[in-house]
């Protein structure tokens, strides 16, 4: 059984941090592509930061400079540092986790953790 669980979340004034985690079990951790979506009222979910099985990453342009997303394979666990948050950073955070081989997709999802930036 695959298991994908945030933890981190919060409420924080503009300017905080925040430090997200996502603990992966029932998958061969490694060899996944793991990324961080968020989802805002309204707004459909967009991809914030991802990191592949080699440790390349990429963000979305808005938080290029603030976010750090990362992975230790040894804990099965990936984070997303997240500092100078804004209020528009507030949103439903998601951990994703992918990998294809033989042409089949293995696509898993967090169940979410809030993040709210507010004074």
């Known amino acids: 059984q695959v298991q994908l669980v945030e933890s981190g979340g919060g409420l924080v004034q503009p300017g905080g941090s925040l430090r997200l985690s996502c603990a992966a079990s029932?998958?061969?951790?490694?060899?996944?592509?793991m990324g961080w979506y968020r989802q805002a009222p309204g707004k459909q979910r967009e991809l914030v930061a991802a990191?592949?099985?080699?440790?390349?990453?990429n963000y979305v342009d808005s938080v290029k400079g603030r976010f750090t997303i990362s992975r230790d394979n040894a804990k099965n666990t990936v984070y997303l540092q997240m500092n100078g948050l804004k209020p528009e950073d507030t949103a439903v955070y998601y951990c994703?986790?992918?990998?294809?081989?033989?042409?089949?997709?293995?696509?898993?999802w967090g169940q979410g953790t809030q993040v709210t930036v507010s004074s």
């Open positions: 029932g998958i061969f951790f490694r060899s996944y592509a």
């Open positions: 994703n986790a992918r990998h294809t081989v033989a042409g089949q997709e293995y696509d898993y």
């Open positions: 990191i592949t099985s080699t440790g390349s990453t």
